[in-house]
């Protein structure tokens, strides 16, 4: 089963404007990773953010994690048009990818 | 460098055909993985690897046989095809250690069964 979920399941903004999407997940973790997926291709490794942390920034990116609430969320500012992409959360409760799960992914699209 | 490598790119098979879906990865990485992605599904584990000769399965094995004979080498068979197995397939890579590294993906497979 789907250990994160996120939120929303699509997203619409004009270029320049933020977006923020969410993942909650189920039980206690170690990590947590943020990937992208262009349309027809494979995923690629944005930010991982650690259950000790409570937020990060990697260049136009922010995210947050909320061990309390096992919810994390990933801020893009500046949109884009080549943020257009789905975006899915990854979490692990053992030590390393082994077993890794993702999220159902939020759809973004940047208007021009 | 070419990362994780997938053949083919598409695939159309009859149901109870089998077949085998290739991964290459040229980084040294341990860690080797297949996923099956499906609308509204997301990404789900089908078997991995944390090193030549062991290989462990994830959440969704059946139908689907791995090895691992090589560091570099990581193919998934389809013993017989069914339509429930139509799919895009990624396989994955990474490092392992006491430091968790992200995986790098291949660019999929994907696979029509009728």
């Known amino acids: 089963s789907q250990q994160g979920e996120e939120d929303p399941q699509a997203l619409s903004i004009q270029e320049g404007e933020n977006a923020t999407m969410n993942c909650s997940y189920k039980?206690?973790?170690?990590?947590l990773q943020w990937y992208r997926q262009n349309s027809g291709r494979g995923l690629v490794h944005l930010i991982l953010?650690?259950?000790?942390?409570r937020e990060k920034h990697s260049g136009r990116l922010r995210v947050t994690l909320d061990t309390s609430k096992k919810s994390s969320s990933l801020l893009i500012t500046a949109s884009r048009a080549a943020d257009t992409a789905s975006y899915f959360c990854?979490?692990?409760?053992?030590?390393?990818?082994?077993?890794?799960?993702f999220g159902t992914g939020t759809r973004l699209t940047i208007i021009p | 460098n070419a990362g994780v490598t997938q053949t083919p790119k598409f695939q159309v098979l009859k149901t109870g055909q089998s077949m085998t879906l290739q991964c290459a990865q040229d980084?040294?990485?341990?860690?080797m993985s297949w996923y099956r992605q499906d609308p509204g599904m997301g990404l789900r584990l089908i078997h991995y690897?944390?090193?030549?000769?062991?290989?462990d399965q994830g959440e969704v094995p059946n139908g689907y046989n791995v090895s691992r004979s090589t560091t570099e080498d990581f193919p998934l068979r389809l013993l017989s095809a069914a339509p429930s197995q139509t799919s895009v397939y990624f396989c994955?890579?990474?490092?392992?250690?006491?430091?968790?590294?992200?995986?790098?993906f291949g660019n999929g497979t994907r696979l029509t069964v009728t």
């Open positions: 994955a890579s990474s490092l392992r250690g006491e430091v968790i590294s992200p995986l790098h």
């Open positions: 990854a979490t692990d409760f053992n030590f390393g990818n082994e077993k890794l799960t």
């Open positions: 690897s944390v090193g030549a000769g062991i290989t």
């Open positions: 039980t206690s973790i170690n990590n």
């Open positions: 953010i650690r259950s000790n942390e």
């Open positions: 980084m040294n990485h341990e860690y």
